[in-house]
């Protein structure tokens, strides 16, 4: 029972730890409050990953440790290995979601950056360009989110997003799309433009 109690936790904590930036992609179809609670718990990820590591290697620490040699029946030995297999199992696929749960800002930034260089191509003689500073771009994920709404919209030939500076660069079609558009797209998708305009 200790066992499946570390593992819970282990688990448990490696979701909250990447809380920010799955959450929204979660919940964020519903409303636009799941990227504010993502927003809150971003500072709190470091402990979350902190905890989930030392719950982990607690887990290990109960599963792999030497037992002693106490004398049993012979169904009772071999149903306690069958134990030991199955929990040292899911010790193993807990310790792969956890890792992929702390790996998964860093893996969706890396999929966007991939994503937007394969899609560069030559841009049209005229084009219209605008670039916003986001005051809630708290996450690399946030990146993610703010880039997948707007390459979306009809008449967007490219979309940079760029974390260090928070800001956003969108690169349209001013036939196709209205500034206003975009600043609602924005809005919509739960950021906060920090001109205002």
């Given at each position: 029972?200790?066992?499946?109690?570390?593992?819970?936790?282990?688990?448990?904590?490696?979701l909250a730890a990447s809380a920010c930036c799955i959450l929204p992609a979660i919940i964020g179809v519903t409303s636009?409050?799941?990227?504010?609670?993502?927003?809150?718990?971003d500072p709190y990820r470091p402990m979350f990953m902190t905890m989930s590591l030392v719950m982990l290697g607690g887990g290990f620490y109960l599963s792999y440790r030497?037992?002693?040699?106490?004398?049993?029946?012979e169904s009772?030995?071999?149903?306690n290995a069958n134990k030991t297999r199955v929990n040292r199992a899911i010790l193993w696929i807990s310790l792969v979601l956890a890792i992929y749960a702390m790996a998964y800002p860093a893996l969706l930034s890396r999929a966007s950056k991939a994503s937007e260089k394969s899609s560069a191509g030559i841009l049209p003689a005229t084009y219209n360009v605008v670039k916003w500073r986001i005051k809630n771009m708290t996450c690399r994920a946030c990146t993610v989110t703010l880039t997948r709404s707007l390459r979306g919209m009809r008449g967007v030939y490219s979309v940079t997003t760029d974390f260090t500076h928070k800001t956003v660069?969108?690169?349209?079609?001013?036939k196709e799309l209205a500034r206003p558009e975009i600043r609602n797209t924005i809005v919509a998708a739960g950021f906060h433009i920090a001109n205002g305009k």
């Open positions: 029972m200790r066992r499946f109690a570390v593992l819970f936790g282990a688990v448990l904590a490696g636009a409050g799941a990227l504010g609670l993502g927003t809150k718990l030497p037992h002693q040699n106490t004398e049993c029946e009772c030995c071999s149903t660069t969108v690169d349209y079609n001013g």
